[in-house]
Nanobody, 126 residues
Framework: QVPLVQSGGGSVQAGGSLRLSCEAPTHTYEDYSMGWFRQVPGKEREGVAGLVSDGSTTYVESVKGRFTISQDNAKNNLYLQMNNLTPEDTAMYYC????????????????????WGQGTQVTVST
């Protein structure tokens, strides 16, 4: 089992930036997919960004140009750099991983992932 441990998040004013981190040792896998998701109370979990083992990335339309998903060179950590944050970005954020390569459409579907981080809160105020 791949343990995912998240860090980062917190509170920021609109227009600010935050970076989320996720310890996710994927270097032992030839193929894998990783994603960031967010959820607000009463709503379904939403896919924000996805990354697969060949380096391809996918973003939900609402964060394109503002958020960047990346991995470190050792492939042990996943990051989500969030810039120009708005109150609509307020949510609990989760990282996720799967030991297979997902398609562009699949990467933002939470049911496609089988390992999850513990979640970290992001709050953006006006």
């Amino acid at each position: 089992q791949v343990p995912l441990v998240q860090s980062g998040g917190g509170s920021v004013q609109a227009g600010g930036s935050l970076r989320l981190s996720c310890e996710a040792p994927t270097h032992t896998y030839e193929d894998y997919s990783m994603g960031w998701f967010r959820q607000v109370p009463g709503k379904e979990r939403e896919g924000v960004a996805g990354l697969v083992s060949d380096g391809s990335t996918t973003y939900v339309e609402s964060v394109k140009g503002r958020f960047t998903i990346s991995q470190d060179n050792a492939k042990n950590n996943l990051y989500l750099q969030m810039n120009n944050l708005t109150p609509e970005d307020t949510a609990m954020y989760y990282c996720a991983a799967a030991p297979w390569r997902l398609t562009t459409v699949q990467r933002l579907r939470p049911d496609e992932y089988n390992y999850w981080g513990q979640g970290t809160q992001v709050t953006v105020s006006t």
